[in-house]
C-alpha cells in the first residue's frame, strides 16, 4: 500500500535533484528581502529537504537550522553543506509535527514548496502556532503554498517523459484537499499525496487568529505580482504581533 506524503527515492531524484538553480535564485532573494540581514539572523528552515536553501542563507550570513522529516535529505543537507563550507548549518531529523522541540527561538521560519497542509485542519493550525511560538517578537514566518483556486481547475491526468520514464500524475480534488498520484513505471513505487489547499484569504485568516499580522501575498517570489487563480503557488509573509 502506498503511504501518503513519504516521498520515495525516485522522487527526489526526478523533481528535487533537477529543480531549477534559477527559481531558487529567485526564492533565495525574495526570502533575504523579507527578513534581511541582521535583523533576521536565526532562520528555520522548516522542510527543508536536501538543503538548496538553507546552505546558501547559511552561506549569506544566517544561523539556520534545517529541519527535516526525511533521513535520507537531512543526510545529503549535512553532506552538502560540508562541501559547501556552510558548517554552521545544522540539520535536524524529525517531523514538523515535532516543532515545539526546536531549539529556538527564531527571528524568521520559512517553508517552502507545497511542504504544508499534509495534516487534518487542526493539525495544520497547530503547526502556524508552533512555528508563532518559536518565533522572537516581531518575527517573521514565510510560506510559500499551493493554490486552490488553481488546482480546483487544474485536475486530470498528466503523462509526460522525464529522465527516460513515462510519468503519469493523476491530479483530484475533494472539497479542500487534493490527492496526487504519480506513477514512474512499474519498476519502482507510486509517490501519494495529499493536501489541505488554502485561498490566501483562508490562510491569512488563519494566521492572523494565531497572532499572526499579514505584511505580503504575492505570486513568482515577487512582491509586485498580485495573486490570481491562474496561479499555482504563492507566497505569503507574516510578522509576528
Known sequence: MDTPNSFTPVWFDTYLKPYAEALTSIELAFVQRQAPLPTYRALLDLCCGDGRLAIPLAACGYAVTGWERDARMVAAARARASAAGADS??????????????????????????????????????????????????????????????????????????????????????????????????????????????????????????????????CWADEARAITPADGRIQLVFEKA
Open 89 to 218: 548549518a545544522r540539520f535536524i531529523q524529525a517531523d514538523m509535527r515535532e516543532l515545539g522541540r526546536a531549539p529556538g527561538p527564531y527571528d524568521v521560519v520559512i517553508n517552502m514548496w507545497h511542504s504544508f497542509g499534509y495534516f487534518d485542519a487542526e493539525t495544520n493550525a497547530s503547526i502556524v502556532r508552533a512555528i508563532h511560538e518559536q518565533l522572537n517578537p516581531r518575527g517573521r514566518f514565510i510560506i510559500d503554498l499551493y493554490n486552490r483556486h488553481y488546482f480546483a481547475e487544474h485536475q486530470g491526468v498528466e503523462v509526460v517523459e522525464r529522465d527516460g520514464r513515462r510519468i503519469t500524475t493523476t491530479r483530484a480534488m475533494s472539497g479542500h484537499r487534493l490527492t496526487v498520484r504519480i506513477n514512474y513505471g512499474s519498476d519502482a513505487p507510486a509517490d501519494v499525496f495529499d493536501w489541505q489547499l488554502y485561498t490566501d484569504e483562508e490562510f491569512s485568516a488563519l494566521a492572523e487568529q494565531i497572532g499572526f499580522r499579514r505584511l505580503v501575498a504575492c
